[in-house]
C-alpha cells in the first residue's frame, strides 16, 4: 500500500464567450460604437446644425456601450429601467388567476408559462409520463426524477468516474440535434412532517405503552426542523421540429421524443444518479403548485399519497397548479403567501474547482430553494467553428495590443490559454456548450428575506461563484427553477417583443 496522499482531482476551464471587438465589447457593440462616430464625423463635415441634431443622441449611444456597471454596459440597464417602467405602469407585472380573475386568461398559469400546456405520454413499459408542451416556442421537456449519490460517501476514483461519464453523456447531447437543453434542478426544502406523521399514525398500536407514543409525537413534531426533503430532477427539452425525421403533427413529435428518450436515460446510470423513474403529469402539477404556494407542500403530498391517479384531476389540473395572486417587484416576487427572490450566474470559477464544489450551494437550508444548471450543447458540427471563433477572437486582442505597444493584461492572457485549452479539447471530442446557472429562495415571511439572501449568498461565495441578484426579471427566473423548459438566454432571442 503506498503512503503517498491521494491527489485531489480538480476541474475548471470555463470561460465567458467574447466576440472579436474592442475596447472589451462584443462584435455588435463595436459595430453600434463605430457607426455612431461615423455618424458624428459626417454631421460634422455637413454643418454644425447637423452635428447639433445628431451628436448628442451619437455620443448617448458611444457613452451607453462604453459605460458599464458591474460588467454590463450602461446602455442596456437603461432599457431594462424603461422596459420595467413601462410594463409595471400597464400593470403587467401582476397576475390574478382563477376567481380573482375575469375572461379567457383566468384560467392559466403566470408570465413566461402562459403558453405551456401539459400532455400525458403512454410509455412502452404500460405507464405514462408528462410532457410540458410549449404551444408559443414549438419545445417539449420530459423530467426525470433521480436519486443522486453523495461524492462524500464513495471512493475519489468513483466520484471522478462520475464526472468523466457526465461530461461524456454532455459531449453525446451534440450529435442530437432534438435536444435543446438539459436542466438539472435540486429542490431542497425542510420536511413538512406529514410523510413522518402518516407513516407513524399507520404504525402506531392503541396497547402501546402512552410513554412510546409521547416519544414517537414528539419526533414526528420536531421532524421538520432536524430534516430535509430534497429531489434531484433533470429536465430534457426537446426541439421537435430540429429533429432529422421533421415530424408534421404533435403525436409524430411525440414519438420521436419516446424513441430518444430511452438512451438518454439509460446514460445517466454512469453519472452518479440513479433514474427512479419520469415525471408523471401529476407530478409535474404538484411541483409546480408547491413552488407557488409552498404552504400547500404537506398536503398536496398526502393527498396524492391517498387519491388514485384518475382522481386527482379532481382537485389539480395544470391551469390551477399555479398562483392565485403574484406580484412582481424589481428585486423579488410575491406568490400566495410566501415571498421569492431569484439569481443568475453571473460569472464561473476562474480557478481549479474539486467536484464537490456545489455541494453547500446545493445542500438544504431553513427556506425552500431550488438550484438549477442549464446546459445548451452545441451541435457537434458547429463546435469546431465556436471554438475557433474564440481563439481567433483572442489572437485579435493580442495583435491589438501589440499594435498598441502594450502588454497583454494577466487576464487576456489566462482566457488566451483556456480558449486553445477549450480548443484543443474539442478536437480529440469533448463536448462544447452554454452553461447557466440560476437559483431561488422561498420564506414565508418578508421579513425573513433578508437572512435567505444573505445564506444563498454566501454558500455562492464558498464555490468561487458570482451570483446576480435578477433585477426586474425575478417572475422569469422563478419559472426557470421549475420543470417547465423555460431559458432564459433562450427566451432573450426566442420570445417576441
Known amino acids: 500500500m503506498s503512503d503517498q496522499p491521494a491527489t485531489l482531482r480538480t476541474y475548471g476551464g470555463w470561460r465567458r464567450s467574447r466576440g472579436m471587438g474592442l475596447l472589451g465589447l462584443g462584435p455588435v457593440q463595436t459595430l453600434v460604437v463605430l457607426g455612431a462616430i461615423v455618424v458624428m464625423i459626417i454631421s460634422t463635415m455637413i454643418s454644425i446644425r447637423a452635428f447639433a441634431v445628431t451628436g448628442p443622441l451619437a455620443l448617448v449611444i458611444v457613452a451607453g456601450n462604453l459605460l458599464q456597471w458591474d460588467g454590463v454596459p450602461l446602455m442596456y440597464g437603461i432599457r431594462e429601467r424603461l422596459r420595467w ?106 420536511d413538512p412532517g406529514s410523510r413522518l406523521a402518516d407513516y407513524v399514525a399507520s404504525r402506531a398500536l392503541p396497547s402501546a405503552p402512552a410513554s412510546a407514543r409521547r416519544v414517537l409525537q414528539q419526533l414526528v413534531e420536531l421532524s421538520p426542523a432536524a430534516a430535509a426533503d430534497v429531489e434531484t430532477r433533470v429536465s430534457i427539452t426537446f426541439a421537435p421540429d430540429a429533429a432529422a425525421s421533421k415530424p408534421r403533427t404533435l403525436d409524430d413529435a411525440l414519438v420521436e421524443i419516446s424513441r430518444v428518450l430511452p438512451g438518454l436515460q439509460d446514460g445517466l446510470g454512469a453519472c452518479g444518479l440513479t433514474v427512479l423513474r419520469r415525471a408523471t403529469a401529476t407530478d409535474l402539477m404538484s411541483i409546480v403548485r408547491a413552488a407557488y404556494e409552498p404552504a400547500s407542500r404537506g398536503d398536496l403530498v398526502r393527498m396524492l399519497s391517498r387519491l388514485s391517479p384518475d382522481d386527482v384531476g379532481q382537485f389539480l389540473d395544470w391551469q390551477t397548479a399555479g398562483p392565485v395572486a403574484a406580484d412582481e417587484a424589481r ?51 458547429d463546435a469546431a467553428r465556436v471554438v475557433e471563433r474564440e481563439v481567433n477572437a483572442a489572437e485579435f486582442r493580442s495583435a491589438l495590443n501589440r499594435a498598441k505597444k502594450r502588454d497583454d493584461s494577466a487576464r487576456d492572457l489566462a482566457d488566451r490559454e483556456r480558449a486553445l485549452r477549450n480548443a484543443r479539447e474539442e478536437a480529440v471530442g469533448a463536448g462544447v456548450g452554454l452553461l447557466s446557472l440560476f437559483v431561488t429562495v422561498t420564506v414565508f415571511d418578508e421579513a425573513d428575506l433578508g437572512q435567505a439572501i444573505a445564506d444563498v449568498e454566501s454558500r455562492a461565495d464558498t464555490g468561487k461563484i458570482r451570483l446576480r441578484r435578477m433585477w426586474a426579471s425575478q417572475a422569469a427566473g422563478f419559472a426557470t427553477t421549475l420543470p417547465c423548459g423555460v431559458c432564459p438566454p433562450a427566451l432573450a432571442t426566442q420570445w417576441p417583443r
Open 331 to 381: 428585486g423579488h416576487y410575491v406568490h400566495d403567501g410566501a415571498v421569492s427572490v431569484s439569481w443568475a450566474w453571473h460569472e464561473a470559477p476562474r480557478q481549479q474547482v474539486p467536484a464537490d464544489v456545489l455541494a453547500r450551494l446545493l445542500g438544504p437550508g431553513r427556506f425552500p430553494k431550488r438550484v438549477s444548471l442549464i446546459y445548451r450543447p452545441f451541435l457537434a458540427g
Open 85 to 190: 417602467l413601462v410594463g409595471s405602469t400597464r400593470a403587467r407585472t401582476v397576475y390574478r388567476g382563477g376567481v380573482m380573475a375575469a375572461g379567457e386568461h383566468a384560467w392559466q398559469l403566470p408570465g413566461v408559462l402562459a403558453p405551456t400546456t401539459l400532455l400525458t405520454v403512454q410509455d412502452r413499459n404500460g405507464g405514462d409520463f408528462g410532457v410540458v408542451y410549449n404551444r408559443r416556442l414549438g419545445t417539449m421537456t420530459v423530467t426525470l426524477r433521480c436519486a443522486a449519490t453523495s461524492t462524500w460517501l464513495v471512493d475519489p476514483e468513483a466520484a471522478t468516474s462520475w464526472v468523466s461519464n457526465w461530461g461524456a453523456w454532455l459531449a453525446s447531447l451534440g450529435y442530437l440535434p432534438i435536444v435543446k437543453f438539459v436542466s438539472v434542478t435540486v429542490d431542497t426544502a425542510p
